[in-house]
């Protein structure tokens, strides 16, 4: 077994810990309907003609293959660590995994080592975009691009939300994934830098599915169209209106799905990434020069339409707070300052103890002095309120929010995915430097 700096061998109990239902633990069983290979290597991989990096490759790029899968069908991949030095695993962000299936290296198996191999089952019981990434030594395996999209499509005939119109839209729209990562000083879309031309005709939609696998906020406007922000987090919006001249700001692991109609004019819009690179979308070949970031942000608390968020957060049965802030201490045995949940720093920090089917409350209060994009495993939670204010958009259920300093969110969710489930800072330095706590079902 290899200790990890995210698992902390022997400190969370293991997976045998919370085996109160075994059932929902394990993966299905069954045929699956998507099945691949993922063979993962340390190789050297040119990301412009003269510039090479230290990588690690998915079958042989990073990022890598884009893994597609229909809502429903149980996808099975099996992964094979043929080159990575330490051991890797997959962790399938932003999906509701069952906790074997988590990829979690020292909680919910085995770091990979070299030569082995692990198989992960799944349902992609939801459609959206996610990705995946190795969840070993993950502040340097995710940075070296041990990682790739994931796009879950809605099965036919599934109602979309936001109307007939983004309806329409989305049905005939051109799919887009846009993993954005950094390699070196390097911003990359789909692997490569600069701008990634879409040929999308006048009047018809993309849908480009930002997803942010760096450890800071990426801000992402759309020059030269109005737009609509369709899903966050894999969870469509209800009702999103069109807007302009916003900017949408991803946290570190979260995605943000949005539906840009090539200019009728022939033009192209510019899905602008932070502002070195763009998806561009139009007739391919069309000219289009960078645009500047708009003032104003889309604020997710007030965007859409408010729908039931399917849980009644005034009875909650459990109710937590998860306090972040800054401390000296020792970690690994050096001293300096370290991130802390509620005093303590990982793998100090008392686990947050659920049951099935509780209703769960927590508040997230970031007095630490820097923002945090914090992650939960396993569960999506809704937003309820910022500061006191309350939300008063579409339900805004997020697994990749971010907590500027100063801040505090309500959230809640339902626990209905048993098993031991990290609950950390996707700033993945700071989880190396101790802001990691896990929720464990009792
Ligand atoms: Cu994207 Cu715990 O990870
Ligand atoms: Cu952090």
Redesign the pocket.
């Known amino acids: 077994r290899v200790t990890t700096l995210d698992g902390h061998d022997g400190h969370t109990g293991g997976h045998d810990a919370a085996a109160t239902s075994v059932d929902a633990l394990v993966a299905p069983s069954g045929p699956p309907d998507v099945a691949v290979t993922f063979t993962a290597r340390a190789e050297r991989v040119e990301i412009v003609p003269g510039t090479t990096v230290d990588a690690y490759t998915v079958n042989g790029t990073t990022p890598g293959p884009t893994l597609h899968a229909t809502q429903g069908d149980l996808v099975e991949v099996t992964f094979v660590n043929e080159s990575v030095p330490g051991g890797a695993t997959l ?1 399938w ?1 932003g999906v509701d995994v069952p906790n074997a299936a988590d990829g ?1 290296a020292g909680v919910t198996q085995d770091a990979v080592p070299v030569g082995g191999s692990f198989t992960y089952r799944f349902v992609a019981s939801d459609a959206g975009t996610y990705w995946y ?1 190795s ?1 070993q030594v ?1 502040h340097e395996q995710v940075r070296k691009g041990l990682l790739g999209a994931l796009v879950v499509s809605p099965s036919p005939g599934a109602p979309v939300a936001g109307g007939r119109d983004v309806a329409r839209l989305l049905g005939d729209a051109v799919d887009v994934p846009a993993l954005v990562h950094r390699y070196g000083p390097r911003r990359t879309v789909q692997g490569a830098p600069g701008d990634l031309p879409v040929d999308v005709p006048a009047g018809r939609a993309a849908r480009v599915r930002v997803i942010n696998t760096d450890n800071g906020v990426l801000p992402v406007w759309v020059g030269g169209a109005a737009f609509r922000l369709v899903a966050v987090d894999g969870t469509d919006v209800h009702d999103p209106p069109e807007v302009r001249d916003r900017a949408v700001v991803v946290p570190a ?1 979260g995605r943000a799905d949005l539906l840009v109609v090539a200019p009728a004019d022939g033009s192209t819009a510019r899905v602008e990434l932070g502002g070195a690179s763009a998806v561009v979308v139009g007739q391919d070949g069309a000219a289009s020069a960078p645009t500047r970031r708009p003032k104003a942000t889309l604020d997710p608390l007030t965007y859409g339409t408010p729908a039931p968020l399917g849980l009644d957060p005034a009875r909650a049965d459990r109710s937590f707070d998860y306090v972040v802030g800054r401390a000296p201490g020792f970690l690994d045995g050096k001293p300096g300052m370290h991130w802390t949940v509620n005093g303590h720093t990982y793998p100090d920090v008392p686990m947050f103890e659920v049951a099935q089917g509780d209703v769960v409350r927590m508040r997230i209060d970031n007095r630490s002095g820097v923002p945090h994009p914090m ?1 939960l ?1 396993g569960h999506h939670v809704v937003v309820l309120a910022r500061d006191g204010v309350a939300a008063s958009g579409s339900p805004w259920w997020t697994d990749s929010l971010e907590v500027g300093d100063g801040e505090a969110y309500d959230v809640a969710f339902v626990a209905d995915n048993p098993g031991v489930w ?1 609950d ?1 800072c ?1 700033n993945l330095p700071h989880a190396t430097q101790g802001l990691v706590a896990h929720l464990m079902y009792t």
């Open positions: 962790h962000h979690v990434h969840h993950s692991g992650h495993h990290m950390h996707h």
